[in-house]
């Protein structure tokens, strides 16, 4: 009797698209779910030209330290970092983890790019102290003095740029970018990057070398689609 009334019920309904429209309602989800941003990708490049800036006379009053090898070492397309300037703040963030380890009277890696909340661990590398330290506005600490061997660790709670140094050793020196979001890379060896997840939209991209500052430009981001980008830095590669 009860499947009988049912199916007078649906025969009686004026299109068979309403009942499948309602159940159709029922199955969707709810909530924040429906409203996933649509997103794409940037790939590009990095390219190094020479620089048209005279460089700065030597001064021979305080001849550098022979060390094994020069601070900073790598190409330099290793010490860009590359980014959505325009990228909404994330409030939740993982807790990420990076070592910059001192090595030959240099940190290793000498720039590096993180979010918000990650710690930093500094272990000592070399046979003798050394003492980590940064006045920066985004963060400021003193690690104090420790031996080979050693490591000690700073957590960066907020965005901007960790400028980085030894007390002991004044040719140090190391830059770290830290982010509201994970809209940024550092480029390979050959100057390729990626951004993945990139919100579809008109946005301004921007390449950044402790050297140079930043360069930007607007990239347009379309949905499914892979937006293009270049950039050429006057940035010598030592």
């Known amino acids: 009797m009860l499947i009988t009334e049912l ?61 094994s090898r020069p601070a900073g070492g790598g190409p330099q397309t290793r010490h860009v970092v590359v980014y959505l300037k325009d990228a909404q703040r994330t409030e939740a963030l993982p807790a990420g983890k990076l070592q910059i380890v001192q090595r030959d009277e240099a940190f290793e890696p000498a720039v590096a790019a993180v979010t918000r909340g990650t710690t930093v661990e500094f272990p000592n590398a070399d046979p003798y102290f050394h003492n980590v330290f940064s006045l920066s506005r985004a963060a400021t600490f003193d690690l104090g003095r420790y031996p080979s061997g050693d490591s000690r660790a700073r957590m960066l709670d907020r965005a901007g740029l960790v400028k980085v140094y030894c007390h002991i050793h004044s040719h140090m020196s190391a830059s770290i970018l830290v982010f509201d979001h994970a809209l940024f890379t550092i480029p390979d060896a050959d100057g390729f990057f990626r951004l993945e997840h990139v919100p579809v939209g008109e946005h301004v991209l921007t390449a950044w070398h402790e050297r140079i500052g930043e360069s ?3 990239i347009v981001v379309e949905a499914g689609r892979t937006a293009r980008a270049e950039f050429m830095l ?3 590669d030592r």
């Open 234 to 236: 006057p940035v010598e």
């Open 216 to 218: 930007t430009k607007p």
């Open 7 to 67: 199916f007078a019920r649906v025969r009686s309904l004026p299109a068979l698209g309403v009942v499948l429209g309602c159940l159709w309602m029922l199955v969707q989800p709810t909530g924040a779910a429906t409203m996933a941003p649509v997103t794409s990708r940037i790939e590009g490049f990095v390219k190094l030209v020479a620089s048209t800036t005279p460089a700065a006379i030597p001064s021979g009053a305080y001849p550098s330290r022979r060390v």
